[in-house]
Nanobody
Framework: QVQLVESGGGLVQAGGSLRLSCAAS????????MNWFRQASGKEREFVAAINWSSTRMYYANPVKGRFTISRDNAQNTLFLQMNSLKPEDTAVYFC?????????????WGQGTQVTVSS
């Protein structure tokens, strides 16, 4: 069992930055590829970014490429998402997930989500 807890969300103006964190506990964090998804109100959950076990491979959804950076600290069991140049369309609940497979993601565990709101 892996417990995931996101933090760092909030309200920010367009063009601003936020850094999300996802703290993991339970089974060995480094055994999992980690990822971020988001879900805007009234829309389906969509992929944002993923990172492999050793931080040697990352990939991003097209809407966030060049603005968001995913990273992880296996010693601290924490996943991060640095979000720069935020846009109103980035407003969503952001979820972290843990997958035993990469790059095809099949999340065994999800966090509860953290709200990000970008005002225009």
């Amino acid at each position: 069992q892996v417990q995931l807890v996101e933090s760092g969300g909030g309200l920010v103006q367009a063009g601003g930055s936020l850094r999300l964190s996802c703290a993991a506990s339970g089974r060995t964090f480094s055994n999992y590829a980690m990822n971020w998804f988001r879900q805007a109100s009234g829309k389906e959950r969509e992929f944002v970014a993923a990172i492999n076990w050793s931080s040697t491979r990352m990939y991003y959804a097209n809407p966030v490429k060049g603005r968001f950076t995913i990273s992880r600290d296996n010693a601290q069991n924490t996943l991060f998402l640095q979000m720069n140049s935020l846009k109103p369309e980035d407003t969503a609940v952001y979820f972290c997930g843990a997958s035993r497979t990469y790059p095809q993601l099949e999340n065994d565990y999800w966090g509860q989500g953290t709200q990000v709101t970008v005002s225009s």
